[in-house]
């Protein structure tokens, strides 16, 4: 089956996360991914580590690479510049998420890469987006988390919460794609590349428009709560027997099976429960009924009475019960696959959106550390002899 993507190249010269998962969604959709990293591999080789050996990767690294060709470079070096060229000839996108000045750096920024390929895409995701006074600065998911005010709302006063899931990376890589995606459809229409830029913070920001947009039309000053919702209620975490759950009631229609589900039907009377804001801002009051309710229950018994009310509620996994989860693996949302560094097979989640008709697919683990640098520098017309000097030379 032929991808959405199929003849596309794509040059990933990404680290971490917001650079290099772009560049795999891409390859998920059959586009040509060469992923090049530094000699010896990049910081983001090694992260959590999971016995792969120098040569294979950490978890991060195994996630992020899949469908990809690897080599190693040094484009700092006057060879290694010479080969990233003629690599950008070949290539319909770069994808590079480091500072303009390291762009500038390496020849790797836009004016730079159309003198080569005047057609070319650029993809880059920085910290903070251009145009302000930290632009310069480089940054993590965390910052993004920080500065969006989702931390300060997370947790209590006195602690403030982030989430350990890199969220403001993924939304990152997953716009970035996006945003290729829609550079392809414009060039393939006017025959020009553009910049597609993302940055960490800008993602954050969307993510938490609404609260910003609350804060700013009605001065509400909201401060972290914990798990309690902000403008629904019920909508918290709740222990049962044998564990944790969550529930989320929105709409007047929810809270009316609610109520008669927990046995205060009266509450329908009560105006500091009118509506979905009042009803959260009386949600200590709610929410401590719901955990006098859910204690008397296990989290089984919990699920299935809201589930028989229509009310939306799940249980809370460690990440060795998501693993074991029995509807996770029917719906193949992890995969088990295999890579040569390991003699185990690991959960790899395929393409995180599905195509009816052009799904994305999964064609190779993630590459051994310059696995396929020889195979690469033939293509571009370089002799064994060239290879074994470049090598010498520590270009690659």
């Not at 991808?3 to 996360?17: A, E, H, Q, S, W």
């Not at 960490?200 to 947009?213: C, E, K, S, V």
Request: charged share 20%; hydrophobic share 45%.
């Amino acid at each position: 089956m032929s991808g959405v993507l199929d003849g596309i190249r794509v040059l990933d010269f990404g680290r971490y996360i917001a650079g290099p998962f772009c560049a795999a969604l891409l390859g998920d959709l059959g586009a040509e991914i060469i992923r090049i990293e530094r000699i010896g591999g990049g910081e983001d080789r090694f992260y959590i580590p999971v016995g792969a050996g120098p040569g294979g990767g950490g978890a991060m690294f195994l996630a992020m690479n899949r469908n990809k060709l690897g080599m190693t470079l040094d484009p700092g070096t006057a060879q290694g510049r010479e080969i990233a060229r003629k690599l950008v000839a070949t290539a319909d996108v770069v994808v590079a998420n480091l500072p303009p000045r390291v762009l500038r750096s390496l020849a790797l920024d836009l004016d730079s890469l159309r003198q080569v390929k005047p057609d070319i895409i650029l993809t880059t995701v920085t910290g903070f987006g251009a145009g302000g006074p930290l632009s310069h600065k480089h940054g993590f998911d965390g910052i993004g988390q920080a500065m969006s005010g989702a931390v300060y709302l997370s947790g209590t006063p006195e602690q403030p919460i982030a989430l350990k899931l890199p969220w403001v990376d993924f939304g990152s890589a997953c716009l970035s794609a996006f945003g290729t995606l829609a550079a392809l459809i414009e060039r393939g229409k006017t025959g020009r590349g553009q910049k597609v830029e993302g940055a960490l913070l800008r993602t954050a920001i969307a993510f938490a428009n609404a609260t910003l947009i609350e804060q700013a039309l009605t001065g509400v000053n909201r401060i972290a709560t914990v798990n309690r919702g902000f403008n629904s209620a019920p909508a918290d975490f709740y222990r049962c027997k044998d564990g944790w759950i969550v529930a989320t009631v929105i709409g007047q229609s929810m809270f009316r099976r609610w109520t008669q589900m927990i046995g205060e039907d009266h509450w329908l009377d009560d105006l500091r429960f009118a509506d979905d804001q009042l009803r959260a801002d009386h949600g200590e009051i709610i929410s401590a009924r719901m955990t006098l309710w859910c204690a008397e229950r296990t989290c089984a018994e919990a699920l299935a009475a809201l589930e028989e009310a229509s009310i939306v509620a799940g249980q809370l996994y460690s990440p060795q019960q998501a693993l074991d989860n029995a509807h996770i693996r029917a719906a193949h949302l992890l995969e088990d696959v295999t890579h040569p560094a390991l003699a185990a097979t690991f959960p790899l989640a395929p393409t995180p959106i599905e195509l009816s008709d052009t799904p994305g697919t999964y064609r190779r683990p993630a590459p051994l550390l310059g696995e396929h640098t020889d195979a690469i520098l033939t293509s571009l017309g370089y002799t064994p002899a060239d290879i074994a000097a470049l090598r010498a030379e520590r270009v690659i």
